[in-house]
């Protein structure tokens, strides 16, 4: 199996943000369907995001958080702010991985 460069693995993964935020359905990606990303929208984006809803927090529940944040470091393209993104597990009542610690 051939090995992604870096600039080529960066590419990659900003198009699998830009497919999570957009919405496009049936896609899944760390145990979750891109669709239900947007539950959590409000509570990451803007100066006075909201506290996550419940299904926000559902979603946070059954994602795979440690592979989630491997997507931090272009969240800031997408109007999404990673330090409230990052929190999102403990205002979820869930433990938040170790990668996801800034």
Do not use: H
Request: proline share 9%.
């Amino acid at each position: 199996m051939a090995r992604f460069s870096g600039a080529l693995w960066q590419w990659v993964m900003v198009v699998l943000v830009i497919a999570l935020l957009e919405g496009a359905s049936g896609v899944s990606i760390c145990d979750i369907d891109s669709a239900q990303l947007n539950y959590c929208r409000p509570a990451v984006s803007g100066k006075s995001s909201t506290p996550p809803s419940k299904k926000c927090c559902g979603v946070v529940r059954q994602a795979n958080l440690p592979c989630l944040c491997n997507y931090k470091a272009v969240l800031p393209s997408f109007g999404i702010d990673p330090a409230q993104a990052m929190a999102l597990p403990k205002k979820c009542g869930v433990e938040t991985p170790p990668e996801c610690v800034a």
